[in-house]
Nanobody, 115 residues
Framework: QVPLVESGGGLVQPGGSLRLSCAAPGIRFSTYTMGWYRQTPGTQRELVATLTSDGVANYADAVQGRFTISRDNPKNTVYLQMNNLKPEDAAVYYC?????????WGQGTQVTVSS
């Protein structure tokens, strides 16, 4: 199993910002589509954003315009900048690396949005 190491979660007030990071040292990072997903208790994991190896980004409607996904290939790291956070953004956020039939997940990082 390839380790994906997430960091950057925490508690933030509504309207605040957080940046999540996901390091993937064990893969040919530049060839992978990287993504962020989130999950709350009792619900299915849902797409937040993906970024292909060619730099094409895709966002869920709920986060479009507030979240930005980016990648640093030399550092084997993908980021999720989250601005103007809302209570409904609270979830466990998971990093995903995907290439052809291969798909790896991180352990998840908790994001709590509360005043």
């Amino acid at each position: 199993q390839v380790p994906l190491v997430e960091s950057g979660g925490g508690l933030v007030q509504p309207g605040g910002s957080l940046r999540l990071s996901c390091a993937a040292p064990g893969i040919r990072f530049s060839t992978y589509t990287m993504g962020w997903y989130r999950q709350t208790p009792g619900t299915q994991r849902e797409l937040v954003a993906t970024l292909t190896s060619d730099g094409v980004a895709n966002y869920a409607d709920a986060v479009q315009g507030r979240f930005t996904i980016s990648r640093d290939n030399p550092k084997n790291t993908v980021y999720l900048q989250m601005n103007n956070l809302k209570p409904e953004d609270a979830a466990v956020y998971y990093c995903n690396a995907r290439w052809r039939s291969l798909s790896y997940w991180g352990q998840g990082t908790q994001v709590t949005v509360s005043s």
